[in-house]
């Protein structure tokens, strides 16, 4: 069973709407969690990081993240066609080993 | 934005041959990893290192041996590869804090025939 379950597995939002995607750790060790971002036939790319409760805004993007619930959420605002990329979401324990277990993704297309 | 290079980009095997992807960073990171991608997979870690001389399995290292002689390179040896070990390769080093960033190299695409 994977230890971090992304979704949806895709979404279709139109240009300039908004895209919220989700993630949840099973492991309650995980304290840190990753946003990033991959576009086709690329590596993934870092696109934002969060370790504590809250909200943390970057441009057009904002992270959420609930510790208590394992939970962390993605929106993009004023979505463009050039976000059209799979979003991975990471996260990694304070503990421990060093390593990222990653979700399997959500594919967003941004339709003109 | 870190450096990390692979060798090399596309690469075509037979079953049962010996397959080397290399990695390198300049960036004086600690960690490196290796990582294959598969479709519905994600990103699965296969070995990872924490500096020069050390090698550590990941969660799915079976068919696979790794090699870091040095701070800047990391090595993938498939001994004989099989068609399963058909998939996208990444390399990622990183600093040694726990909320320091993993950052990817450009990926080997390799094929088992």
């Known amino acids: 069973q994977q230890k971090v379950q992304q979704s949806p597995e895709s979404l279709i939002v139109p240009e300039g709407g908004m895209a919220s995607l989700n993630c949840t750790s099973s492991d309650r060790n995980v304290d840190y969690f990753w946003w990033y971002r991959q576009h086709s036939g690329k590596s993934p790319k870092m696109l934002m990081s969060i370790f504590s409760n809250g909200e943390k805004e970057e441009g057009r993007f904002t992270v959420h993240l609930n510790k208590a619930s394992l939970h962390t959420s993605l929106h993009i605002r004023d979505s463009q066609p050039s976000d059209s990329a799979l979003y991975l979401c990471?996260?990694?324990?304070?503990?421990?080993?060093?390593?990222?277990?990653f979700g399997s993704g959500t594919q967003l297309t941004v339709m003109p | 934005e870190a450096a990390v290079t692979q060798s090399p980009r596309n690469k075509v095997a037979v079953t049962g041959g010996k397959v080397t992807l290399s990695c390198n960073q300049t960036?004086?990171?600690?960690?490196m990893y290796w990582y294959r991608q598969d479709t519905g997979h994600g990103l699965r870690l296969i070995h990872y290192?924490?500096?020069?001389?050390?090698?550590e399995k990941g969660d799915i290292p079976d068919g696979y041996k790794a090699s870091r002689p040095s701070q800047e390179n990391f090595s993938l040896i498939l001994e004989l590869a099989t068609p399963s070990q058909t998939s996208v390769y990444f390399c990622?080093?990183?600093?040694?804090?726990?909320?320091?960033?993993?950052?990817f190299g450009p990926g080997t695409r390799l094929l088992v025939l």
């Open positions: 960036n004086n990171h600690n960690n």
């Open positions: 990471a996260a990694r324990s304070s503990s421990g080993s060093w390593q990222l277990i």
């Open positions: 990622a080093s990183a600093r040694l804090g726990v909320q320091d960033t993993q950052y």
């Open positions: 290192s924490y500096g020069a001389g050390s090698t």
